[in-house]
């Protein structure tokens, strides 16, 4: 196949479309792959390292079939080309780390969340009035204390009304 810029050739491909949806079709599998390598926050996700290695090798072996017409095995290209590609995923795996700092956030505030509704599920109206009532004592007597015990008696109402 020749363009105005550069001349590509399928090699011993009879069809340079079935030779680019050939390649095609490995790397959209090899990026899914490595998509759900990435996003996993499980520990069998090293498991999808395997079929990570067979879709290299087969990318590869698809490419040394283009260039010499045969299928020699090409295992050392395939695992040093999987220990650059199992690198770049490590890299990208820490920089966005998905689900670390996420989940272990989400998991505090729905705690606390928990904590919180169980604490004002388990409080009594009776104890709400008694402080309110309190509370409207300590408004009308404040004139009467000095601002250092009206904030004291402030406090202990807070802390009788705090969950």
Partial sequence: METKYFVFDSGYFEDINFFAWLIMTK?????????????CKYKWKFILLVPIIIEIYKLLVNFN???????????????????????????FKKTFNFYANKNTSNVLINEEINKQLIKISKFD????????????????????????QYLIQLIALRDQITF
């Avoid at 090899?30 to 996003?39: K, P, V």
Wanted: charged share 25%; glycine share 4%; with cysteine.
């Fill in 27 to 39: 790397i959209l599998t090899l990026c899914i792959l490595s998509i759900w390598y990435i996003t």
């Fill in 65 to 91: 079939f283009a260039k010499y017409g045969s299928e020699d095995s090409v295992y050392i290209q395939t695992f040093i080309g999987f220990i650059v590609y199992f690198f770049i995923l490590l890299f």
């Fill in 125 to 148: 109206i009776k104890d709400y009035k008694e402080v309110k009532k309190k509370l409207v004592e300590l408004q009308n007597d404040k004139h009467k204390l000095e601002k250092k």
